[in-house]
Structure formats: structure tokens, C-alpha cells
């Protein structure tokens, strides 16, 4: 007889243990072992949350090579079935090879359970028999698992679900993160002491009375934005640094539609406006995105929604400054250009119904599309076509940790018909398929990059613009890893060309997420391992960092509500001189609408307790050495750039701290 020491790692998680009692086979290149009862002195405790259990299994002869193990438990009699969350195997074979076997997933049921050794294989590298019955028997099961709907005609598709429980157990939220996290107003109200408010459909009477709501909750940014909000540098800082920094480009020549009255500009010193624009000085932030969008009612009231065009400024000094603010699309009478001269209330309304458009247009483009629904479709694509084994699947997985979930939770709880969103903000309702349905028409695989995006919206100079430095060095910090982690396993372009299931992971995305769209210029397939290499470097930017950068500072700047209104009242002022203190108050969202609107971006910019930051691997999916170094080596890098980060943001008024490796989450889970 010769025996395999098979030590079995039960997960961390809560409740990650069972009482029944587990088996294993293990099955090698020379044969198999029989279906063996782990057992030791401990019984049930073995199997424990967080418990590592060493056994031996006997066998014959030796059986080779091992490939797969067969996992399964069984409940004692009158016990009931319970689910048990093993993260790894490892096996010691009478050779002394020690195999890994990644498991990372939930068994609740008495079945037989494949899992294939840790090595990744490719699918032409996996050539022995039974690795290839396998690796189609896990697609195939996947494929049933994982399948394509369609949430609205126009948007990227969807993963198959009515709800979280019809999910897969292994895509799910922990116990700790669903009782942590209620994705409703509901619990944001109850967390921010403001339930008495959420059915008063009351106007504002006076300033005072938000600041009493808002001081319920905030934090050292929001305090800032409180104070600051009406300031001219700090709304045009925003552009660059706010929850929305990439909408600003460059201006060389002003719009046709934006007949700005160089007379009624002022800029320091001798410099005319053809003078700045020639400089590169001048900027533009444009939301036609948002013209002629069917507005929602609200409390029975009509709301408003404009599409304004924002020049600003470089002044010699390096701030951002507005300049000139015209609030529809299209130049006419009833439509005036808004400057600084004008009086405080015109000025001021001007800003806030661009802050209000600023709101709903990150909200449903740069938010909800650019990072939850594409990271949605690269996950779902990831589960269907890759196996366990593959090695971009060990990339990848841990930057799907949640989204599924968290997507499902906001189709049916923010979205949908009785959802926050619809209900409170202007865009709700048919609003939010529009702009959506505008934002995928216009969207390019170059504005996902943030290298093409930031030459393509010529803002590589402009100063104090800490996403632009931050994401590029993060965008480098990751490219490297990637490069290294791939090109170990793709020596040459023909080994990516010849992967049929990569390339089914690229097709699929391109027909289901950017719905067959080739003037996006996403690639239909890989070529190369260069444009492997820059396409998976695109996908975990959008999961971690450019999530980060649109997410976590909703509730920073929005929390103060005349910063970020959800939804306006009145329609923009047609002529100026008009406006005062009672039409602003009487143009801002209801107190409900406020109270709800502030409550949802508190939950959405609430860290978890099972927070996991970019770059940290607590599953350990890949087992060979190069790739384990290159992992620390990312992390080092990572650590580094958090260090360089904090050290600047201590000469900093207004820190910016999104894009700090240790604050940014591994995928879209919030």
C-alpha cells in the first residue's frame, strides 16, 4: 500500500464548517483511489470554520500524476444537510510532490464535486483524457449556470436571475456582507437618523434646515463641500477630482451651439479668449448626453433636467475657474449664457442645475455603465467560458468577487419601478434607458483605457489632477503585472491565437456587453499576447480602480445636497435677474427626494467589513512560483504608490484619497 497526505483547508468565512462528514477520491494519470471517509479523532471538528485537518488515503500502487479530486459530504443520520466552504486541498503523494488543489466555493448539497489540480493549463495543453472530459463537463455546467438576459433593449446583457437566491452559491454575497449590507433607502435612512423625513414632501423654506438634516452624518470632504460649494474653484475643481473627472476636455475652438461674448469674460491679464484657447488654457464640459431627456415626476410634480455646456479656465495660478455656463444646447433668447459678473442668484442657479445634470449624467454613464455593467459582462463571460484551470481565470476571479449580486440588487432595488432612483431623481424612470441607450451608441474601447482617454480629451497638463496622476501610475502598476502574469503563460502570439476558450471570453463579451458594436473598437478576438495583455489591464481597472474613482466619493460630495441635487423643480431661468435665495430653495429636490437621494450614496460609498483591496489575493488560485512572485511583486508596487499618495495629500486642502491602493476595492462590490 502506498498513502497520500491530504490535508483539507475549511474556509474562514461565517459558518464556513459542516458537521457531516466529507470524502474524497483522489484520481491520478494511473488510477484512482477508492472513495474515502476523512476521519480523524476530532470528528466533526475537523471541517470547522477555519480548521486545517490533515488524513491519509491509501492506495494499491501509486496512481501517477494526480489531476482531480472528488469531493463530497454526507449528513450522519437525523443530522440535516448543512454547506461547507472548503478553500483548498493539498495532497502529498509517497513520491513527495505536493499538488494544490483551489476550491474556494460553496458545497451545500450530497453531490460528487470535481476539482482539478492548481497548475493552469490552457485548453490545448490539457490533453490527458480525463482532464479534457473535465474541463468540457465544467463549461457545460457553467453554461447552465451562467446564462445571457437581456435587462433592456440597448444596454449590455445581463447574468440570467430573478433574484439574488436563484444566483449560483459561489457568486453570492458572505453572511457578513449581507448582513451588513441592506441595498435599500430604507437602511441608509435608518443609519443617517432621517426615517421621519423620508415621506415629507415639503419644499425646503430655508438653507439652515438642510445643513440641520445633513449634520446628521458626514464626513471631513462632505464638511469641505458644505463650506465651499458655492466657490468658483472648488466647482470647477470638481471636473478634475470630483466623483465625475472624466468628462472634461480640452477646448481649441468653442462650440458652434455656445456663443460665448468674449466681452463679458474676464480673464487675468492681457490674454483674449482666442489667446487662452490657443494656450491649451481652455476646457470644455459638455453634457449634451442629456438633451431632450423625458424628465420624471416627482410628488407629483414635473422635474428638470438641462444638457449644459461649462467653459472653464487654467489661470496663471492653476486653479480651474468657470467662466462662461449656457444651460440647453441650443443658443437662443430664452437661453442666455450665464457668467461670473452676473448677479449671486443667477450665477450660483447656473451652477447648481449643471451640479443637478453633472448628478444624473455620472450616475447612469460614467457609474452605472462604465463600471457595474461592464464588469458585469466580464464576469459573466469569465464564468461561462473559462474553466478553473485556465489561467485567466485565476487572473480574473477575484475581480468578480460580488458584482453579480450587487448588479442584481440594483436592478431590483435602485432601478427599478419602486427603486430610489427611479422614484427621486430626474433622470428617473424612461430617463435612465435613454441615456443609457445614448451612452452605449457613443462608447469607446479608448475611453476605458485611461492612457487613449486622457490624450483623446488632451487634459495631460492640466494641474491639480490627482485621478489623472493617480490612475495613470495605478493603470502602469497593473499593465506590468498582467504582462508578467500572461506572457509566463502566452509565449508568443500564436499560443493566444490558438485558445479557443480565450477567444470565446472575447467574443462573447463583444456580443453580449458591447452588442456587436465594432465601431467601439473593442477586439472581436485576440491576435496577440500585446492586445491580451492591454484588454485584461482594461478589464480590472474598470472593476477596481475607475470604480473607485466614480464610487466612493458619492456620498463626499453629493451628501451636501445642493452640491449634487438628484432631481430641480423649476426649469432653468430663461432670462436673467429672476432668481434669489427663495428660487434656488424653491427649485431644489423635495425633502423626501433629498433625504433618499442622500441615503442611497451613503450606502453606496460605505466600505464593508470584508473589504478586500486591489491587489490582495485571499483565494490562492495560482500555485506555480512565477506567478506567486509576480503577485508580491504587484503588491509591493502597490504599497509604494499608497505610500507616495498619502505623503501628497498631507499638503493637500482637499485630499484625494479614492485612489489609494488600500481604499480601493479588488471588483465592483458596492
Keep these: 500500500m502506498v498513502k497520500y497526505e491530504v490535508t483539507v483547508f475549511t474556509g474562514s468565512l461565517v459558518n464556513s464548517g459542516t458537521l457531516n462528514n466529507v470524502y474524497i477520491k483522489l ?21 470547522s470554520t477555519g480548521a486545517v485537518s490533515t488524513f491519509t488515503v491509501s492506495t494499491p500502487d501509486s496512481i501517477g500524476k494526480l489531476l482531480l479530486i472528488e469531493l463530497d459530504k454526507q449528513p450522519l443520520p437525523f443530522f440535516p444537510q448543512d454547506s461547507w466552504y472548503p478553500s483548498k486541498v493539498k495532497v502529498k503523494s509517497p513520491e513527495g510532490h505536493i499538488y494544490s488543489f483551489p476550491i474556494y466555493r460553496w458545497i451545500n448539497d450530497g453531490e460528487v464535486h470535481r476539482f482539478r489540480e492548481g497548475t493552469a493549463l490552457r485548453v490545448y495543453e490539457d490533453t490527458h483524457p480525463l482532464g479534457k472530459y473535465d474541463r468540457l463537463r465544467e463549461l457545460q455546467k457553467r453554461g447552465e449556470d451562467y446564462g445571457w438576459a437581456v435587462y433592456a433593449e440597448g444596454m449590455p446583457h445581463c447574468i440570467k436571475a430573478q433574484n439574488t437566491l436563484s444566483l449560483p ?9 449581507n448582513t451588513e449590507f441592506l441595498f435599500t433607502a430604507v437602511g441608509g435612512l435608518a443609519e443617517l437618523k432621517l426615517e421621519g423625513l423620508a415621506d415629507c414632501t415639503e419644499r425646503w423654506t430655508d438653507i439652515e434646515a438642510v445643513h440641520r438634516v445633513f449634520c446628521c452624518k458626514h464626513t471631513r470632504i462632505s464638511e469641505y463641500v458644505h463650506r465651499h460649494w458655492k466657490e468658483d474653484a472648488f466647482f470647477g475643481y470638481q471636473f478634475l477630482n470630483g466623483v465625475n473627472p472624466t468628462l472634461i476636455r480640452r477646448c481649441s475652438v ?9 466681452s463679458l469674460i474676464y480673464l487675468p491679464g492681457q490674454s483674449t479668449l482666442d489667446d487662452e484657447l490657443e494656450n491649451g488654457n481652455i476646457y470644455l464640459c459638455d453634457y449634451k448626453l442629456l438633451d431632450g431627456v423625458e424628465t420624471n415626476t416627482v410628488n407629483g410634480k414635473q422635474q428638470y433636467l438641462t444638457a449644459p455646456l461649462v467653459l472653464l479656465h487654467k489661470t496663471p495660478d492653476d486653479k480651474l475657474m468657470p467662466i462662461a455656463i449656457q444651460l440647453k444646447q441650443t443658443p437662443a433668447e430664452d437661453n442666455p449664457i450665464f457668467y461670473p459678473s452676473d448677479s449671486e442668484y443667477d450665477w450660483l442657479m447656473a451652477k447648481i442645475f449643471v451640479r443637478s445634470a453633472d448628478f ?28 478553473m484551470v485556465h489561467p485567466l481565470y485565476k487572473l480574473l476571479i477575484p475581480h468578480t468577487r460580488y458584482t453579480l449580486q450587487i448588479n442584481l440588487m440594483a436592478r431590483n432595488l435602485l432601478i427599478s419601478e419602486t427603486g430610489a432612483f427611479t422614484l427621486y431623481t430626474a433622470s428617473g424612470g424612461q430617463g435612465v434607458l435613454t441615456i443609457l ?21 488632451g487634459v495631460g497638463s492640466v494641474p491639480n489632477y490627482y485621478y489623472r496622476d493617480d490612475g495613470l501610475r495605478l493603470w502602469d502598476i497593473i499593465h506590468s503585472f498582467v504582462q508578467g502574469i500572461l506572457s509566463y503563460y502566452y509565449k508568443n502570439d500564436a499560443e493566444v491565437e490558438k485558445d479557443s476558450e ?30 491580451l495583455v492591454k484588454f485584461v489591464t482594461m478589464v480590472i481597472f474598470v472593476s477596481s480602480v475607475q470604480h473607485a474613482a466614480v464610487n466612493s466619493g458619492q456620498y463626499d460630495y453629493g451628501g451636501w445636497m ?14 436673467k435677474g429672476t432668481t434669489s435665495e427663495a428660487t434656488m430653495l424653491q427649485t431644489l429636490p423635495d425633502i423626501n427626494a433629498t433625504v433618499h437621494g442622500m441615503a442611497v450614496l451613503w450606502l ?67
Excluded at 462608447?443 to 483623446?456: F, G, K, N, Q, V
Excluded at 511583486?633 to 504599497?639: A, C, R, T, V, Y
Aim: glycine content about 4%.
Design 604 to 670: 453606496l460609498s460605505r466600505k464593508s467589513s470584508d473589504f478586500v483591496p486591489l491587489g490582495h489575493y485571499p483565494e490562492e488560485h495560482f500555485c506555480e512560483e512565477i506567478p506567486c512572485k509576480l503577485i508580491e511583486d504587484f503588491q509591493g508596487k502597490l504599497e509604494v504608490q499608497s505610500l507616495t499618495i498619502k505623503v501628497r495629500n498631507k499638503s493637500l486642502e482637499v485630499p484625494y484619497t479614492y485612489l489609494d491602493p488600500t481604499e480601493e476595492e479588488n471588483s465592483v462590490a458596492i
Design 254 to 262: 468653442l462650440p458652434d451651439n455656445f456663443p460665448v461674448s468674449e
Design 437 to 457: 441607450n445614448r451612452s452605449m451608441a457613443s462608447m469607446t474601447y479608448s475611453s476605458l483605457c485611461i492612457p487613449d482617454d486622457i490624450a483623446e480629451r
Design 360 to 387: 444624473n449624467y455620472h450616475e447612469l454613464d460614467i457609474h452605472l455603465l462604465r463600471t457595474h455593467l461592464l464588469a458585469e459582462v466580464f464576469a459573466v463571460s469569465l464564468l461561462r467560458n473559462l474553466p
Design 169 to 177: 452559491l459561489e457568486v453570492r454575497f458572505s453572511f457578513t456582507k
Design 562 to 575: 445642493p452640491n449634487a441635487p438628484t432631481t430641480l423643480q423649476l426649469p432653468p431661468p430663461t432670462t
Design 502 to 531: 480565450l477567444q470565446k471570453w472575447i467574443s462573447d463579451i463583444f456580443v453580449e456587453g458591447f452588442l456587436s458594436n465594432a465601431a467601439t473598437g473593442i477586439p472581436q478576438n485576440f491576435t496577440t499576447v500585446a492586445e
Design 27 to 47: 484520481l491520478g494519470e494511473d488510477g484512482e483511489s477508492h472513495h474515502s471517509w476523512l476521519i480523524d479523532i476530532r470528528g466533526a471538528l475537523a471541517f
